[in-house]
């Protein structure tokens, strides 16, 4: 298992579970200086029926951390606070009045059809964050309001070529070339990449952690 140590705190910190395969919330919670390890939190993220965007990432992030904390006990390893999250871009249909929930895309085609309909489009990216403790599963929700250019499909093609949106919500990463289609962004930039700043350090604050 993958192990962080933190580099410097100011206060005594608690080791965390970071109940997460993505490397972007690694990225993010090493340069916090959180101390943690990464286990696994394998769910069903199947959407169910009439379930908002919000609300389905709001469950995912708490039942990944039940799945992560299934995971230690199962292992017979320490029982330390667990953090996990989950992000999905929502895009609004004006024809239906309904939100399309966008995943990782399938495959290249599909990444190609989700950037599509994201040109020249304005989309909300929604993270919630999940911290388990013997306290119980205390959640925080971040949404971002995101406006793509008009992309052409030479561009299009060439990103999704370059491999970066298979793994990503959406089928892009901001953190990446992407970043070239994004003309304005309202909320937050670690909440895109997956892991919103001010929401995990005040969920960990409720646990005990400190990052300051
Ligand atoms: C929109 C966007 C998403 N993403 C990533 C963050 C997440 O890793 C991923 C969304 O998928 P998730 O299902 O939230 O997370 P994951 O499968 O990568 O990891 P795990 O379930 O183990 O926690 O998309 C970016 O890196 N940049 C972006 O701009």
């Not at 993505?22 to 199947?46: K, M, T």
């Not at 999940?130 to 793509?148: D, I, K, N, P």
């Not at 990503?168 to 994004?182: D, N, P, R």
Request: net charge negative; proline share 4%.
């Amino acid at each position: 298992m993958q192990q962080f140590e933190a580099k410097s705190v100011f206060r005594m910190n608690k080791k965390i579970y970071l109940a997460s395969r993505s490397p972007r919330r690694a990225e993010i919670l090493a340069q916090l200086g959180v101390s943690f390890e990464v286990l696994p939190a394998d769910i069903d993220e199947s959407v169910q029926a009439f379930e908002l965007p919000d609300a389905y990432v709001t469950r995912l992030a708490e039942e990944k951390a039940l799945a992560c904390l299934n995971y230690v006990k199962n292992n017979a390893l320490p029982v330390l606070p667990i953090l996990a999250a989950d992000t999905t871009v929502a895009l609004h249909d004006p024809k239906s009045d309904s939100w399309r929930i966008l995943g990782k895309p399938e495959d290249a085609k599909d990444a190609v059809a989700m950037l599509k309909s994201m040109s020249g489009q304005s989309h909300y990216v929604h993270t919630a964050v999940a911290v388990l403790t013997a306290q119980g599963t205390f959640s925080r929700l971040s949404s971002t309001q995101v406006e793509f250019a008009e992309l052409a499909d030479e561009e299009i093609n060439a990103y999704v070529a370059s491999g970066e949106p298979m793994d990503k919500a959406g089928a892009y990463g901001i953190q990446g070339l992407a970043s070239t289609f994004i003309k304005k962004i309202d909320g937050s930039y670690s909440g895109v990449m997956g892991l919103p700043i001010f929401e995990t350090s005040q969920l960990l604050k409720q646990a005990g952690i400190y990052l300051l």
